[in-house]
Nanobody
């Protein structure tokens, strides 16, 4: 049984940093690309960042460019999202997900339908 567990969310002030972590079990993530998405009430889940299977390539949503960094540890089976210079508009539930493939195809990494497994999410709230 594949399980993804996100952690590290919380309440911070604008300009602060947070580091989210996603721990996978039941699956070896070294065979897959991994993504982070976020969602606010009433809106569709939004792509944030993607990292390919070996960490050599990443893809970033415009909204977080220059502020968020994605990394992975295939030995620990984890994927992290470092979020700096947080803004109130970053407030959302953040989800990690396992992509269907290893590589980076921009048109496919941004869409939820190309991800097979999802975590339960972790809340990030940024106050102004």
């Amino acid at each position: 049984q594949v399980q993804l567990v996100e952690s590290g969310g919380g309440l911070v002030q604008a300009g602060d940093s947070l580091r989210l972590s996603c721990a996978a079990s039941g699956l070896t993530i070294s065979n897959y690309g991994m993504g982070w998405f976020r969602q606010t009430p009433g809106k569709e889940r939004e792509f944030v960042k993607f990292i390919n299977y070996n960490g050599a390539s990443t893809y970033t949503a415009d909204a977080v460019k220059g502020r968020f960094t994605i990394s992975r540890d295939n030995v620990k089976n984890t994927v992290d999202l470092q979020m700096n210079s947080l803004k109130p508009e970053d407030t959302a539930v953040y989800y990690c997900a396992v992509h269907q493939t290893r590589g980076l195809i921009p048109s496919r990494v941004k869409e939820t339908k190309y991800y097979d497994y999802w975590g339960q999410g972790t809340q990030v709230t940024v106050s102004s």
